[in-house]
C-alpha cells in the first residue's frame, strides 16, 4: 500500500490517509456587524469540495481569537458562539466525508488590520474596518505598517486566556484536532525571534523568556483540549536570517518542549516575519527542516511547501522525512488531488457516491 494513503492515528483520532490541506485565508468573511468572522457560503464550498475530493484532514484557515487578532477585517474568528454555531455546518460536513476537521487559531500581532491581498494587501485604519496592532516590542514589520501597540503583561495573560476560550469554542464547533498558530510573523512568532521580541522582561532576552508566551498558550489550549483529541502546533523553522532571527537549531529544541507540553505534531513551516529574508523556494524546500525534528526529537512532523506531485508527496513520507503532507496552492487548483494520487499511487480514498462515474 502506498504509505501516503495509510491511514494515520494520533491520541484517539485517526486520520484516513496522509494527504492534508493547509490552512489558507480566504479573506471572505464580514468585517463587521452580527456575521463578523463566521464563516460563510464560500467557506462551506470551499471546505466542502476538498473533503469530497478525499482530502484526510482539513486545517480551516486562520481563525482569530479576538477581533484584534484578525490578519484583516474580513477574516475568520472563533470569539463569540454565532462563530461557534456558523462552524458547526462545516465540520459536521466534512466528518459525513471521513475528512477530520481541524482549526488553526491565531492572532495576527503587528501584522493585523491589512487589506485583503487582491485590494493590495495594505494597513488599514477605523474607515476601513481596521484597528491598532499589537505586538511583544514596538517594531513595525515594514515601513509601511504602523508601528504596534507592546503587550503589557497583563494583556499578554488576557491573550492567552482568549486562546483558551477559543480552543473551548472549536471544541463545540465540532472541529477534531486544534492548530495553534506560531509561525508566519503573526503574533506567537513575533514573541520567539529576537529579530521582532526587543523585551527585557520575562518574556524577552533568553531562549526561556522568549518561548514562554506560546508554551504558556499551549498549555492554556491543552487545558480545554480533551486527552484523546490531537493538538498541532505551526512553526517557522527558520526566518532565513543568518544572525538576528529564529532559527533551525532553534526548532529542534522547541519541538521537544512543545511536545512535553502536550503538542502531538509539528506543522513546520518557514519565513514571513523578516520581510526582507532571502527565501530560496523550489519543490519541497521546507521539507529538510521537518525531516530534522522528526530525526531529532520525539515530535511527529507534517512537512509543507511546494509539495505538488503524488510521486513526490510518496517519497517525502516512504523516507521518513515527515508522517504527513500538507498541500496549499496545489488544493486550490485541484480540490480532488487526493483521489487523482490514490489512482496514481494504487491507495484507496472515499468516494462520494454521486460521483461513483469517476472511480
Known sequence: MSTLF??????DVTIPNRVWMAPMCQYSAAPDGPGAGAPGDWHFAHYAARAAGGTGLIVVEATAVSPQGRISPYDLGIWNDAQTEAFRRITAFLTSRGTVPAIQLAHAGRKASTDRPWEGGRPVGPEAHGWQPVAPSPLPFTRNHPVPDELTTEQIREIVGLFRDAARRALAAGFEVAEIHGAHG?????????????RTDAYGGSYGNRTRFA???????????????????????TEWL???????????????????????????????????????????????????????????VAAVGLITDAGQAEKILAAGEADAVLLGRELLRNPSWARHAARELGGTVRVPDQYHLSV
Open 6 to 11: 495509510e491511514p494515520y492515528t494520533l491520541r
Open 186 to 198: 503573526y503574533l506567537i512568532n513575533e514573541f520567539l525571534s529576537p529579530h521582532s521580541n526587543h
Open 215 to 237: 508554551l504558556e498558550v499551549v498549555d492554556a489550549v491543552r487545558e480545554v483540549w480533551p486527552d484523546d483529541k490531537p493538538l498541532f502546533f505551526r512553526v517557522s523553522a
Open 242 to 300: 543568518e544572525e538576528s532571527g529564529w532559527t533551525a537549531d532553534d526548532t529542534v529544541r522547541f519541538a521537544a518542549d512543545l511536545h512535553a507540553h502536550g503538542v502531538d505534531l509539528l506543522d513546520v513551516s518557514t519565513g514571513g516575519n523578516a520581510p526582507g529574508a532571502h527565501i530560496p523556494t523550489g519543490p519541497g524546500y521546507q521539507v529538510p527542516f521537518a525531516a530534522r525534528v522528526r530525526s531529532e526529537t520525539p515530535m511527529p
